[in-house]
């Protein structure tokens, strides 16, 4: 589905540039001037708008180095995630799900990333892989080259006394590359853009403390 939306997305792009042109001749606009609309849309606007925080922005930057992206829809958005796992969570302690898809503005399929939810009925544990760094966020989170997790416990304001529901951010790039350069620095890129994710999240399932997420992330590894 994700492939036929960002064809689809590509299409739209390409028939509205040749519309433009096309009014443009008929016009007599002789000087060049006809340009086609922009389609694309900062990171701001991602995923329903409010998800990505300005220091997720510059995190995105990092990781594709884009500033503009494609249309992620409006179907895949926090809020839409959000109603999806409260659902989920009538029924059962376990679930996942998409948030949505980030996809550079720049026509390369390859650099796209996922944002997923899960939830279940404790905080887990972490993978036990080298590459993966632990950071004092919510109640346990992770970041390596090419992917990062926030876990937090998403206590009910209406049910004080009722256990709280652990819930997960992540985003990932699962053609991602080992790097080159600095490893450090995609670690913090990507912890940044899941506690952007993950705070959005918790926000807009209301949950008690915002699921004790602090407005900006905590990237000094934990000890």
Not at 25 to 35: F, V, W
Not at 45 to 68: F, P
Request: proline share 5%.
């Amino acid at each position: 589905m994700t492939t036929r939306r960002r064809t689809y997305g590509r299409f739209c792009a390409i028939l509205a540039s040749s519309l433009a042109l096309v009014v443009g001749g008929c016009s007599g606009d002789d000087d060049g001037g006809g340009k086609a609309p922009d389609v694309s849309m900062a990171p701001d606007k991602l995923c329903g708008g409010g998800a990505v925080t300005k220091g997720g922005a510059e995190a995105l930057e990092v990781i594709t180095g884009a500033t503009r992206f494609e249309d992620s829809g409006k179907d895949l958005t926090i809020a839409a995630a959000a109603k999806e796992l409260t659902r989920t969570a009538v029924s059962t302690t376990q679930g996942n799900g998409d948030i949505c898809r980030i996809y550079p503005d720049t026509g390369d399929y390859n650099d796209g990333l996922e944002v997923t939810w899960r939830i279940s009925g404790s905080a887990g544990v972490g993978p036990d892989i080298e590459k993966f760094t632990p950071l004092p966020m919510g109640e346990r989170t992770a970041a390596a080259h090419d992917t990062a997790y926030v876990t937090f416990a998403c206590g009910h304001k209406d049910r004080p006394d009722s256990s709280p529901d652990h819930v997960t951010a992540r985003v990932g790039d699962t053609k991602a590359t080992v790097p080159d350069g600095d490893e450090r620095a995609l670690k913090n890129a990507y912890a940044t853009l899941a506690h952007s994710f993950a705070l959005a999240l918790a926000k807009e399932l209301d949950c008690d403390d915002d699921g004790g997420l602090k407005p900006e992330p905590s990237l000094i590894p934990a000890v």
